[in-house]
């Protein structure tokens, strides 16, 4: 396995595997791997003849007041899981080889990204969509795999693709989950016990929509009742958000008949957390 840090060398990297013909699978992330980022390394495994996954702490889509400086690093563990999930190059730039002084062009996306996180994180998308093409750009996949737990960002950057013509093919991998049902994150080591303990409300909440749901409720506004019932249970849980929205618009809907991604997102005093399930039949 490799190492690269230089951007340069890991696009001269990429475009020698893409002279010869080779798929290239890429995984980004932002290290301080756990488990459902190896599931979507084997996803990349079984999909491309090379695999990148890029560690890297991406501070243009972190507001002046969210947790940069915090967030969990690891990178001599990421590289051992790394290595041991065949990965054949890990791509660990620092920020100012990614990002020059004098900047001065970025990506937006005007339509899918402005709710549910977009209207909490200001600028957010914009950070994301930069670095993800950026990436597309320096490890020249042909494939790139992305966790569903990040459900919003997932669909924004399926529509930065279709309507930039990268020539990359997006794969959702499917959300993880601990033993108790709390979505596998890296700010999941952020949390005390006892917000560890209370974080299992998220998923307790989206069960009881989907459980609401199931039998028969299709109002919008009913399932949230049942679902913020649940959270009341824990009150170190600030809700942020708990929205219903279309699953290929992420327009709200009042009544579910089509397809509809169920989005919560709370804040815990160390950490801000989402989740999310999708209704269909």
Not at 4 to 30: I, K
């Amino acid at each position: 396995m490799i190492v690269e840090r230089s951007p340069d060398e890991m696009q001269a990297t990429a475009l020698e595997w893409r002279g010869q013909g080779l798929s290239v699978g890429l995984v980004p992330t932002m290290g301080f791997l756990h488990e459902g980022h190896l599931s979507l390394v084997r996803i990349a495994r079984a999909r491309a003849e090379r695999v990148v996954v890029s560690l890297f702490v991406n501070p243009t889509q972190f507001g002046p007041s969210e947790d940069y400086q915090r967030y969990p690093r690891d990178e001599a563990r990421d590289l051992e899981l790394c290595h041991a999930a065949g990965v054949d190059v890990v791509f660990a730039p620092d920020a100012p080889s990614m990002y020059a002084v004098d900047r001065s062009v970025s990506l937006s996306e005007n339509r899918l990204s402005k709710g549910l996180c977009g209207a909490s994180r200001p600028g957010h998308f914009d950070g994301v969509l930069t670095v993800v093409a950026k990436l597309f750009l320096l490890c020249q996949p042909t494939v790139a795999v992305f966790g569903e737990k990040d459900a919003q960002q997932l669909r924004v950057i399926r529509r930065m693709v279709r309507d930039l013509n990268f020539p990359v093919a997006i794969m959702g991998g499917a959300l993880v989950r601990e033993s108790d049902g709390l979505a596998m994150s890296s700010r999941n080591k952020l949390l005390s016990p006892e917000e560890r303990s209370q974080a299992v409300g998220l998923h307790q909440a989206l069960l009881a929509i989907q459980a609401a749901w199931e039998a028969g409720e299709v109002r919008t506004d009913a399932l949230r009742a049942h679902a913020l019932k649940v959270l009341e249970r824990f009150p170190l849980a600030k809700l942020d958000y708990l929205e219903f929205v279309d699953d290929i618009s992420l327009d709200r809907v009042q009544e579910i008949s089509e397809p509809t991604l169920v989005a919560l997102a709370v804040h815990f005093p160390s950490a801000r957390l989402i989740d999310n399930l999708v209704l269909q039949r």
